[in-house]
């Protein structure tokens, strides 16, 4: 009768066993088909270049607001810093909720660039950093743009002209100015309305980048 009572509990626990390491492999198969795993592939490459493009810009911006020569370029820097790592801590939650990882170590490129025009110095310094401005904002802002409704953008950009009054374009943007592209994915549209909302800020700094070239070029044939 012993032997019998044994040989049920021995039974009763390897069942037991068995059952528990299904449990564990159906919750490990839960979890590896988590969010993560859900997240469009073009939306992750998305957040981490334009991640990877943000730190870019904030990283000579902090230096320019220290060397550059021109309170104007001065000025321009530091609305840079600030505005850029605002939109920084916007992504970053999006990244949160949406379970994506940012990207803000500088590649070799950026880092080049950075030593390059830490050792200029003057109007040198400033129009480097300016057309650095203009190439890494050209390249943010049509990142941007392929994530926003095209009719709304080219709308508000006709709206705020070639040559604006960056003051008056800034103080008129507003919440929704430029919608984001639909999606019936949901880190997509979380993503699609943060381009949106950051495109028109970034599209007014190009804008003046523009105009502080052309008042730099002034200055060097004056």
């Known amino acids: 009768m012993k032997r019998m009572c044994m040989v049920c509990l021995t039974a009763a626990a390897m ?26 592939s073009a939306d992750r490459s998305f957040v981490q270049d334009i991640s990877q493009m943000n730190a870019a810009a904030i990283d000579l911006s902090r230096l320019a607001a220290e060397k550059a020569q021109s309170a104007d370029v001065k000025h321009f820097a ?11 801590e916007k992504l970053d939650g999006v990244a949160t909720q949406t379970g994506i990882e940012t990207r803000y170590e500088l590649d070799s490129k ?13 109007l040198d310094f400033d129009k480097d950093y300016i057309d650095a401005m203009l190439d890494g904002h050209d390249k943010f802002v049509d990142t941007l743009a392929s994530r926003v409704d095209k009719t709304t953008v080219d709308k508000w950009k006709d709206q705020v002209g070639k040559e ?5 374009a800034k103080a008129d943007i507003k919440a929704g100015t430029v919608l984001p592209e639909k999606s019936d994915n949901d880190v997509t549209q979380r993503v699609n309305a943060w381009a949106a909302d950051t495109y028109p800020a970034a599209y007014t700094h190009l804008l003046e980048a523009k105009t502080l070239k052309d008042t730099l070029k002034k200055r060097v044939t004056d």
């Open 15 to 40: 069942l037991g066993a068995g059952c528990h390491g299904k449990n564990a492999s159906s919750t490990e198969t839960a979890g590896t088909s988590g969010r993560s795993e859900s997240v469009p």
């Open 78 to 88: 530091q609305m840079v810093v600030d505005e850029h790592t605002a939109v920084g």
């Open 164 to 168: 604006p009054d960056i003051d008056k």
């Open 110 to 122: 950026d880092r080049s660039r950075h030593d390059t025009l830490a050792a200029k110095q003057g």
